[in-house]
Nanobody, 126 residues
């Protein structure tokens, strides 16, 4: 089965940018739809963005539309989350997740993602 490892988190000032990466091992990434979720202290893990296997379709939660971009490089078995115009409310642990299939009705549901990374901390200071 696939193993996922996130990287790229850190501390950034409000208005700044970070790029997260999620690299797969054990299996090639091109058989998985991929998502990014985040969990702030005391809150439930929430959907952020997702991309289909081919990369042809992307989905975003409303709060990050226009600021975050999800992309994938199947040749490198890596999925990225480019985060611009960061806000303090973006502070959270960010997780990547893999699913054999997502669609218009399921892309934001944690239950459809069977494989998860360990998370990377993103802290945005005001």
């Amino acid at each position: 089965q696939v193993q996922l490892v996130e990287s790229g988190g850190g501390l950034v000032q409000a208005g700044g940018s970070l790029q997260l990466a999620c690299t797969a091992s054990g299996e090639t990434l091109n058989t998985y739809a991929m998502g990014w979720f985040r969990q702030a202290p005391g809150k439930e893990r929430e959907f952020v963005a997702a991309v289909t296997m081919s990369g042809g379709t992307t989905y975003y939660v409303d709060s990050v539309k226009g600021r975050f971009t999800i992309s994938r490089d199947n040749a490198k078995d890596t999925v990225y989350l480019q985060m611009n115009s960061l806000k303090p409310e973006d502070t959270a642990v960010y997780y990547c997740a893999g699913s054999r299939h997502i669609n218009l009705w399921t892309y934001s549901r944690r239950s459809v993602y069977a494989y998860w990374g360990q998370g990377t901390q993103v802290t945005v200071s005001s």
